[in-house]
Nanobody
Framework: QVQLVESGGGLVQAGGSLTLSCAAS????????IAWFRQAPGKEREFVAN????????QYADSVKGRFTISRDYAKETVFLQMNSLEPEETAVYYC???????????????????WGQGTQVTVST
């Protein structure tokens, strides 16, 4: 079965950087979209970034453009989220998700993603 495993979360000071990883396994399709969402306590899950299977199509939330970079290692079926200039308001659980129905352009809506990882905590201190 499909599994997504996130890693790389932790505690970082404001202005610092972290790189999250999402390792996918059990995939039975060759084309898909992988996205990162985040959810802070008491808030809805929000879109952060996504990337298509070929790696040539990415989308970012306006709040992270210019600071976050999503990339992938297709051979290792791993997606990375490089996060720079982190802000305390970005403290959240970060989730990796997979949409196997799309291949070129991903959705920004969490409801369109069928598979989810367990999440990794990112805490940004002041």
């Amino acid at each position: 079965q499909v599994q997504l495993v996130e890693s790389g979360g932790g505690l970082v000071q404001a202005g610092g950087s972290l790189t999250l990883s999402c390792a996918a396994s059990g995939l039975t399709v060759k084309t898909y979209i992988i996205a990162w969402f985040r959810q802070a306590p008491g808030k809805e899950r929000e879109f952060v970034a996504n990337i298509n299977w070929s790696g040539d199509g990415t989308q970012y939330a306006d709040s992270v453009k210019g600071r976050f970079t999503i990339s992938r290692d297709y051979a290792k079926e791993t997606v990375f989220l490089q996060m720079n200039s982190l802000e305390p308001e970005e403290t959240a659980v970060y989730y990796c998700s997979l949409d196997t129905r799309r291949s070129s352009t991903g959705s920004l809506m969490a409801s369109e993603y069928s598979y989810w990882g367990q999440g990794t905590q990112v805490t940004v201190s002041t």
